[in-house]
């Protein structure tokens, strides 16, 4: 059973990148044909762009790459509680 572990985790992980590749070819073809803007795309590119913020900062410590998901994924909730802020407050007002 321990020999299956490694074999599920990079299953998983292949699976996932072959999502996001998936992701990005057919991004790229309806940016091309015009059925999208680039602002909806480069929403789609923003927690990437994040990431690759927080992993820059978290270089130093002993594994970097969970610290930059760890802080990837608290800056995206405080950006979407922000977000869900701003908005009721915008509703008040008008």
Not at 7 to 22: E, K, Q, T, Y
Not at 68 to 78: R, S, Y
């Given at each position: ?12 992980l ?5 999502g ?25 590119v923003?927690?990437?762009?994040i990431?690759?913020i927080?992993y820059?900062?978290s270089?130093?410590t002993?594994?970097?790459a ?6 990837t ?6 950006g ?14 008008n």
């Amino acid at each position: 059973m321990e020999g299956l572990v490694p074999i599920a985790i990079w299953l998983s992980l292949a699976l996932v990148a072959i999502g996001l590749l998936v992701i990005v070819v057919f991004g790229i073809k309806s940016l091309m044909d015009g059925k999208h803007r680039l602002w909806s795309i480069g929403a789609m590119v923003l927690p990437l762009v994040i990431f690759g913020i927080c992993y820059a900062i978290s270089l130093g410590t002993a594994e970097p790459a969970t610290t930059a998901m760890i802080l990837t994924a608290l800056v995206l909730l405080a950006g979407g509680i922000v977000a869900i802020v701003l908005t009721g407050i915008k509703g008040v007002f008008n």
